[in-house]
Structures are given as structure tokens and as C-alpha cells.
């Protein structure tokens, strides 16, 4: 899961996103996005699709 949440921080960082604009379209807030990122805690299976759906990957691809 590390890895996973790792990748998207770099993702979002490349592209220049804000953490407002993620958090926005995965539906959840500024500070869980934020604490996901940092390691604080994990995002829901249902949450951590959506996150990956911004950045047009999906959780099998990643995983495998």
C-alpha cells in the first residue's frame, strides 16, 4: 500500500495538482487526503480506486 500511495504523491506533484483538487474529486478532504499521503493512515479500498481512477490507473495494473 506504501508504494501505491507513494506513486500518486509523485503522480500529483508531477502534474503540479493541488492536494484540493484530488481530494475534491475523490470526495473526501484536504486533511484525509493529506494523511494518507504522509503515512497517518490509509484511504478505503473505494477511495483509493477513485484516487487512482484521477491519474487514469486502476488497482489491478498497480498491484500486479
Do not use: H
Not at 35 to 64: H, M, R, T
Amino acid at each position: 500500500m506504501k508504494q501505491i500511495i507513494e506513486r500518486l504523491f509523485l503522480e500529483r506533484n508531477k502534474t503540479g495538482l493541488s492536494v484540493y483538487e484530488v481530494a475534491d474529486y475523490c470526495g473526501v478532504s484536504y486533511n484525509s487526503l493529506k494523511n494518507w499521503e504522509s503515512g497517518k493512515c490509509s484511504p478505503q479500498a473505494d477511495k483509493l480506486e477513485k484516487w487512482l481512477e484521477f491519474f487514469g490507473y486502476d488497482l489491478k495494473s498497480v498491484i500486479e
